[in-house]
């Protein structure tokens, strides 16, 4: 459980970095040379995805959740934004809620 958590997180940042760098060229004025890494996330992003344990709702409802976390993280910690309680919460509620999905897997199969 503890591996495929890592990949979620390891997938949601590939997948936030692809989309951050080009918001910084786009958006922030930033150097056009940015798509370049930008593509290399995305692509890794596709890669990663496919060492998941399957392609289910159950696989993406949970990559999801820490989608979600990952977001909240990026926003606070390379965003400098200040999160709210609420915002805190309904990461650490979310993720519960993935821990609680993926922890099923092994009786559902």
Not at 66 to 79: G, V
């Amino acid at each position: 459980m503890l591996k495929t958590t890592l990949l979620f997180f390891a997938t949601a940042i590939a997948e936030i970095l692809g989309c951050y760098l080009p918001h910084l060229w786009v958006q922030k004025g930033g150097s056009i040379l940015l798509l370049i890494p930008a593509a290399i996330s995305l692509a890794a992003f596709v890669g990663l995805l496919m060492l998941h344990p399957a392609a289910s709702g159950r696989i993406y409802a949970s990559y999801g959740g820490i989608y979600i976390l990952t977001a909240f993280l990026w926003l606070r910690f390379i965003d400098g934004v200040r999160l709210t309680p609420q915002d805190w919460l309904g990461a650490a509620v979310t993720f519960a809620g993935v821990l609680i999905v993926v922890s099923g897997w092994a009786k559902s199969a």
